[in-house]
């Protein structure tokens, strides 16, 4: 059965270092999204992206973050300069369309937990 | 600015029982609402996805409810497994960009 998956599933980084995390969505699917989960805490939009570019953004999507489709396959979210509060488990998602249709069922992938230390 | 709330936050139940987890939303403007399953440390698996057109939709032991105008929603675990326990999520899209997810309820199921 086709599905997303995520590298690394955990990742360790330095305070103001630069992350990648990597998501390689459903091959026929056409939106991708980013998460994220804080420990504790409800799951939170960050962007979806369609049509090599973002559609939507959270308030959370600032400056430090960027998304990038570089290839055919890969999704990727990249945080310029990781603060502590970017701890957390972001979890890339895509669905086939978005809007009013079944084809809208967001599938996710297992996660990456990043640690900023 | 919605709003996704779920009762009850934690569930303990004995196998084999039925029962109801609920799911409300303040705005009734949704396109979708999807229900997940997140084990510990893991992804969200996903369950059902109700359109806004739709009542209830219903997958093995699974069915949800949606009652758009009362901003409800209700998933419905019929003989409950060991195997179910886990955290359930509701999250609602309320334009096909985003979905915007509650809490969750933590479900035991006691063998």
């Known amino acids: 059965e086709p599905e997303v998956t995520q590298t690394p599933s955990h990742q360790v980084t330095q305070m103001g270092q630069e992350v990648i995390l990597r998501c390689v969505p459903i091959s026929n699917h056409l939106y991708f999204y980013w998460y994220r989960q804080i420990l504790g805490q409800k799951v939170e939009f960050l962007v979806s992206f369609y049509n090599n570019e973002i559609s939507e953004k959270s308030e959370i999507f600032d400056d430090q973050f960027s998304v990038e489709r570089p290839d055919g396959s890969n999704f990727t979210l990249k945080i310029r300069s990781t603060k502590l509060e970017d701890s957390a488990m972001y979890f890339c998602?895509?669905?086939?369309?978005?809007?009013?249709?079944?084809?809208?069922?967001?599938?996710f992938g297992q996660g990456t937990r990043l640690t900023v230390v | 600015k919605q709003e996704v709330t779920q009762i009850p936050a934690a569930l303990s139940v004995p196998e084999g029982e039925n029962l109801v987890l609920n799911c409300s939303f303040t705005?009734?403007?949704?396109?979708?609402l999807q229900w997940f399953r997140q084990d510990p440390g893991k992804g969200l698996t996903s369950l059902l996805l109700i359109q806004s057109s739709q009542r209830e939709q219903t997958s093995g032991r699974l069915n949800a409810s949606l009652d758009k105008s009362s901003g409800r929603s209700t998933l419905y675990i019929a003989a409950s497994q060991p195997g179910d326990s886990a955290t359930y999520l509701c999250?609602?899209?309320?334009?096909?960009?985003?979905?915007?997810f509650g809490p969750g309820t933590r479900l035991s199921v006691l063998p």
């Open positions: 999250a609602v899209d309320n334009y096909g960009q985003n979905f915007v």
């Open positions: 998602a895509s669905s086939v369309t978005a809007g009013r249709s079944l084809y809208t069922e967001a599938f």
């Open positions: 705005d009734s403007a949704i396109y979708n």
